[in-house]
């Protein structure tokens, strides 16, 4: 199984402004999942980061609002920019294990206020 | 596409009670598949998974059946306890690449009460 670390475990922002959450992975991986989690709902995929490569984004999601970067492969960051309220979630990095389940981190919780 | 259907909750049991989460799923292929349990401020845990058609996925007392036939993978449990408490998702995925992605189902939110 792989260990997942995320900061911050939780935050608090104000309307316009961005967050950038960190995903750590305590072995090489290809690629990492980032996923949205909102109140009461499922888990939402936004984008897969590849190393070395642009992330590939979920219908929904774009670039600009998510950037990702991907900078080797134990590290990958996700942004949340110019956040409003309904940006309030769970955002949670995964990694694939050798056999197809996922593994996640305890996933970062934001409030927008 | 891809979609998988959970049994609505919230579900509330009593200590030793027999539980069910019924799950079913749509997917063109032969997916593998997930239960997944998210317990209060935490982020999801592997539960248990099925590969291939009649696999049973078993962990921590919980089992599931791989049923091509019917499409399902009920979650079951003949003795729940008050720590089982937790919302749990059923999950499917195919492999993308060299990398899987999984659909989740909306969750079931489970409370066990002493």
């Known amino acids: 199984s792989a260990v997942i670390s995320q900061k911050p475990s939780r935050d608090i922002c104000q309307r316009g402004t961005s967050l950038t959450i960190q995903c750590q992975v305590d072995?090489?991986?290809?690629?990492m999942f980032w996923y949205r989690q909102q109140p009461g709902q499922s888990l939402t995929l936004i984008a897969t980061?590849?190393?070395?490569?642009?992330?590939?984004?979920e219908s929904g999601f774009v670039i600009d609002k998510f950037p990702i970067s991907r900078p080797n492969l134990t590290f990958s960051t996700l942004t949340v920019s110019n956040m409003s309220p309904e940006d309030s979630s769970i955002y949670l990095c995964?990694?694939?294990?050798?056999?197809?389940?996922?593994?996640f981190g305890e996933g970062s919780r934001l409030t927008v206020l | 596409g891809d979609s998988v259907t959970q049994m609505e909750g919230p579900v509330t049991l009593s200590e030793e009670a027999f539980l069910t989460i019924n799950c079913t799923y749509t997917?063109?292929?032969?997916?593998?598949l997930f239960w997944y349990v998210q317990y209060p401020g935490e982020g999801l845990q592997l539960l248990l998974k099925?590969?291939?058609?009649?696999d049973k996925g078993s962990n921590k007392g919980f089992e599931a059946t791989y049923r091509k036939e019917t499409t399902s993978f009920h979650l079951e449990k003949g003795s729940v306890q008050v720590s089982d408490s937790a919302v749990y998702f059923c999950?499917?995925?195919?492999?993308?690449?060299?990398?899987?992605?999984?659909?989740f189902g909306s969750g079931t939110q489970l409370t066990v009460l002493p």
């Open positions: 099925a590969t291939k058609a009649d």
């Open positions: 999950a499917l995925g195919f492999s993308s690449g060299s990398a899987r992605q999984l659909t």
């Open positions: 072995s090489q991986v290809t690629m």
């Open positions: 997917a063109t292929g032969y997916p593998s």
């Open positions: 980061a590849n190393q070395g490569s642009e992330a590939t984004y």
């Open positions: 995964s990694v694939e294990g050798r056999t197809g389940e996922l593994f």
